[in-house]
């Protein structure tokens, strides 16, 4: 199994898909969606297509030196986006929240299509083809709004990356805006405040 809900509002508005890091699994991100508690919103969990060993997943195959494969990733989310649309969620109420290798993933997903969603949330996360992100962009109308959000004492993925992805979005023309807070590699639960006002922003 590669995807699993969980109802948070019996009236369920907008949608989230939930990206877990390197090593997680399909329930890595329940307990950030139990504490979070999003109103209106239903969250949806998706688990890396890429075996480390029983029990943990990951969104990329390969190093730098071979390429990274992440089409079965990819393949996962557009299927994902497209059940949503048939059960009554449109593009503009679907949104991907990723965490680490979870964020890397949203960001090249979502400059790799040609069409928009809601917006994605990377969290502690960053850009792996930097010099060909401005030449890859298939998103025409840039609407898919980006939070990037980052603690300023991570020490496994440094806050300059997301201050990085933040520049390369913003120059390109999508609505993203970058939050930093005073923590280390995870998801603040002070955060909240931030992704609620952004899901629940038209």
């Known amino acids: 199994m590669t ?10 508005r907008k949608a989230i898909i ?7 699994n399909l329930s890595s991100m ?7 508690k999003m109103k209106d919103t239903k ?10 060993r029983p029990g943990e997943h990951s969104w990329f195959e390969g190093n730098e030196q071979t390429g990274w494969k992440y089409k079965e990733s990819f393949d996962l989310l557009k299927k994902m986006i497209s059940d949503l649309n048939d059960h009554g969620f449109p593009d503009h109420n679907i949104f991907i929240l990723g965490f680490s290798q979870g964020a890397c993933l949203a960001m090249e997903f979502i400059i790799r299509q040609e069409s928009s969603i809601g917006g994605i949330i990377p969290i502690a996360g960053f850009i792996h083809y930097k010099d060909r992100f401005k030449d ?5 109308d840039r609407n898919t709004k980006v939070l990037l ?4 004492k991570d020490k496994v993925v440094l806050p300059e990356e997301s201050k990085i992805a933040h520049g390369l979005f913003s120059d390109t023309g999508f609505r993203a805006e970058l939050h930093t807070l005073s923590i280390g590699h995870k998801i ?7 992704i609620e006002d952004f899901i629940s922003y038209d």
Do not use: C, M, Y
């Open 3 to 12: 995807e699993r809900s969980i109802p948070i509002s019996k009236e369920s």
């Open 18 to 24: 939930a990206l877990h890091g390197w090593r997680g």
């Open 30 to 36: 329940e307990p950030v969606a139990n504490a979070l």
């Open 43 to 52: 969250w949806f969990f998706l688990q890396g297509p890429f075996t480390i």
């Open 136 to 140: 890859e962009i298939l998103n025409k």
């Open 149 to 152: 959000i980052h603690g300023d």
């Open 188 to 194: 603040p639960i002070q955060a909240k405040k931030l």
